[in-house]
């Protein structure tokens, strides 16, 4: 196996779904906001479908999400060491036949995928924004994974509204402290929030993630607030029967 990686990369295992992922801490690794993000989205079942992962980086949610669905997955991620990883992740998981990793700018998504053509986008955004004053890690594939660099939610939505059906559906991670903007981006490209579900680190402490669904040309209202997820039990490290059974299946 140590074939397939290159220098400083490593092989992990989301063990719930049976899946390896190369990784590569220097350039970037997958975190519990993408394992969450794969569980959250509702994917069909027809083989016929095409569900499409934005800002995919190394993959992680796109390969988590295989199994839920008979259709095709799509990654797209302009960085090269991130796409390469993808490409070799899906190769090691024998899902060449199921997903295709896109090395390119979300720019040139309608080259790849038809527009309304789409019945689910994932989606992982950079979390903050590109500010001046803003400090910023002086890894460049860090930067731009964390940071609205080389894309922000506007482009990231004109791309959504895009490439989606009529009432299809995406979904996102993001931080709460940027909530309106993205609710702002969702509704002013037709994508209307329906489903938001607060993560919180652990009882007594404030939500640092939320996941939420939004439908294409959905109608105003009836957004629903599901029950919240924690992490971490009480003061403890150990992981919330919830969280253990997405990340090992136990």
């Known amino acids: 196996m140590d074939d397939v990686l290159k220098e400083n990369e490593r092989i992990d295992q989301l063990y719930s779904n049976d899946i390896k992922i190369i990784q590569n801490p220097e350039v970037f690794s997958f975190s519990l906001d993408a394992v969450l993000l794969a569980d959250f989205a509702r994917l069909p079942k027809k083989s016929t479908s095409k569900t499409v992962d934005l800002c995919a980086g190394n993959g992680a949610v796109g390969l988590f999400m295989s199994h839920k669905t008979n259709g095709h997955i799509y990654e797209i991620e302009l960085q090269d060491k991130l796409a390469d990883m993808a490409k070799r992740s899906v190769s090691l998981n024998n899902l060449d036949d199921k997903l295709t990793v896109i090395n390119d700018d979300l720019d040139n998504t309608f080259d790849y995928v038809d527009k309304d053509s789409v019945d689910v986008i994932t989606c992982n955004p950079p979390y903050f924004p590109d500010l001046e004053d803003s400090k910023k890690n002086p890894n460049p594939y860090l930067a731009i994974a964390r940071h609205e660099i ?10 959504c509204e895009g490439l989606l059906k009529t009432n299809a559906k995406a979904f996102f991670v993001y931080r709460p402290d940027r909530m309106l903007e993205l609710f702002d981006a969702m509704q002013s490209h037709n994508v209307m929030p329906k489903k938001i579900q607060y993560i919180y680190p652990r009882e007594g402490k404030e939500s640092n993630m939320i996941l939420v ?4 040309a959905g109608k105003n209202g009836g957004t629903k607030v599901l029950p919240p997820i924690f992490v971490y039990k009480d003061n403890s490290n150990e992981y919330t029967d919830f969280v253990r059974k997405i990340l090992y299946g136990e």
Do not use: A, F, M, Q
Not at 151 to 159: A, C, G, Q, R
Not at 213 to 216: C, S
């Open 150 to 159: 080389t894309t922000n939610l506007d482009k990231i939505l004109t791309v």
């Open 213 to 216: 669904e939004g439908i294409k």
